[in-house]
């Protein structure tokens, strides 16, 4: 793993209670380390300009689908989210990955 990649996100990331903030090539940004939506948009410029990676392909609202929604829409879809997957699909994060970042570095360029 690249170590430029790491303190990046680790400036990113809040830390623990207790204990170090372990990545892993498998350490979801969204679902691990809880990075918001903003964080993430932070974190994606710095990852662009410090590793050339072409970033236009790369959709946040994608990862935070419920960017979108209004807090009134939010709140019926929370309470249909435990009987409908198109209802969880619209408020749980994607996964975004420390080896997904490695791979766009690779291939200069962000894809989905």
Known sequence: ??????????????????????????????????????????????????????????????YYPSRKLGFGRFLVEVFKSPFSSGARDKILERPLTIRMMEAAIEAGRWEM
């Open 1 to 62: 793993m690249d170590a430029r990649l790491i303190e990046m996100v680790r400036e990113e990331a809040d830390l623990p209670l207790w204990g170090e903030l372990e990545i892993t090539p498998e350490t979801d940004l969204c679902i691990d380390l809880e990075l918001s939506d903003r964080a993430m948009l932070r974190l994606m410029r710095r990852f662009s300009e410090s590793f050339g990676v072409d970033i236009s392909a790369f959709d946040v609202d994608y």
